[in-house]
Nanobody
């Protein structure tokens, strides 16, 4: 129903910035929440940020609040994650996800229904 494709990952130095994009296609009208999760080697999957597609309300993990900004472009069916002041601990595969449920826990990965393949973000120290 929904296909997600991430882009924008890469290698940056500590303190640098990256902007991730997640382009959605398919039945996007049924998506209520778009989120970003990340998983580092040897670590559990971690919530990063989410946005309500209609209202624009945003949610952030404490570890990224003040450094990352999530936004969306309705016309392009695309959600962005602007990442500033990057740290080595931000190194991970970043995946975008779409939730099609009107009521869900935006922090919980199991409440999302569709996932992209992920894009690698590496921050060198």
């Amino acid at each position: 129903q929904v296909q997600l494709v991430e882009s924008g990952g890469g290698l940056v130095q500590t303190g640098g910035s990256l902007r991730l994009s997640c382009a959605a296609s398919g039945r996007t009208f049924s998506s209520y929440t778009m989120g970003w999760f990340r998983q580092a080697p040897g670590k559990e999957r971690e919530f990063v940020a989410a946005i309500n597609w209609n209202s624009g309300s945003t949610y952030y993990a404490d570890s990224v609040k003040g450094r990352f900004t999530i936004s969306r472009d309705n016309a392009k069916n695309t959600v962005y994650l602007q990442m500033n002041s990057l740290k080595p601990e931000d190194t991970a595969v970043y995946c975008c996800a779409a939730g099609s449920r009107p009521y869900s826990n935006v922090y919980y990965f199991r409440d999302y229904d569709y996932w992209g393949q992920g894009t690698q973000v590496t921050v060198s120290s």
